[in-house]
């Protein structure tokens, strides 16, 4: 397996929308390893989702659990993911594997409720809150065609160039 390249904006392709994964097979596994393999070799990675390396399938992946004090469902693995409840609305800094020169300010909801499948085709559900909510809906909109930059309110006042650290 290889790391694949990550699409970079203004790369058009990041807006294509995905469509539902309809097949779990052997490919699928193969492309979800070569996914994971690629976001682990992202910096501070937590999440990817399958349109960001040219790939417009609706997969993704997050994984939280090395944040101190955030509650977390692990490491996951999400098909044909799907917000089916918001609640509330929190103000945070995200970046992007996709928009590396970057930060912004995004408002998103700050409880979810979320279904999906696994990559088996198995159905998951969870209730999610905070810095993991918060990265479900940064990896949802990748499937959307959003990048967290359509989320600013003001690119002039939330958007600032990322710290480079020697």
Known sequence: MSVLDILIYPDERLRQLSVPVGQFNGALQEKIDALEETRL?????VGI???????FERVLIVDVS????TASHGH?????????????HVMGREGCLSVPEYTGNVLRAEKIH?????????????DMEGFEARAIQHEL?????LLFLDRLVSRRQDLFQRKNYK
């Open 141 to 145: 909109d990748h499937l959307d065609g």
């Open 49 to 55: 989702a399958a349109p960001q390396t040219g790939w």
């Open 66 to 69: 090395g944040r101190k004090k």
């Open 76 to 88: 996951l693995v999400l098909v044909n993911p799907e917000i089916t409840e918001w609640e509330g």
């Open 41 to 45: 070799a992202g910096p501070g990675a």
């Open 114 to 126: 979320l279904d999906a499948l696994d990559r088996d085709g198995n159905p998951l559900s969870f």
